[in-house]
């Protein structure tokens, strides 16, 4: 740069240059920012986050526009309550989310995605305290969770794993047998 422009070139020409050198020219920034979700935490930082992403990818985009595309980052039970007529601005929109904000702790679930159950917040604490006596059995201790998301309990692995090979627990029976016989 300082051989091309020497150093007592305009700072207009420096800042052109080097914004055509770095800006992300990919599609990359712009997918996240249409994707951006809400998934936990704070719907009103969620709603921040997504303006300031689609202000950096578009600073003349549509009020409206703006305000649809971060509303449908919303849960659906969410954007259900939000009146669509009401939001002029997105000062708006902010508004109502932060009224809406408490629905968000009332269906605040954890979901266990190895086993696909779902249980609340207040059963973990409940258990929280307790080992749990199937780990317990194992050996495995310092598990703190409900018996029902236990990773060994075969109970509840037989039963959701009902079409399994068969081929395979001969193989592992085979595998086991003495070799010596």
Known sequence: MIIKYTIDSDWAVWKKSSSETFTDKGWSPIRYAMNFKYIRGSMLEYALKKERL???????????????????????????????????????LFNCIRGLESLTRKNDTKKNFSTGNIYNKQEIKQTKKETCRICENKRKLNRFHPESVCWYNYERKTTDNKNINSNSILKVEWSNEDPKN
Do not use: H, W
């Open 54 to 92: 689609l202000l950096e990818i578009n600073k003349l985009i549509d009020t409206q526009i703006l305000i649809y595309l971060i509303a449908t980052g919303l849960p659906n039970f969410i954007m259900g309550r939000v009146d669509r007529e009401s939001l002029k601005e997105v000062n708006d």
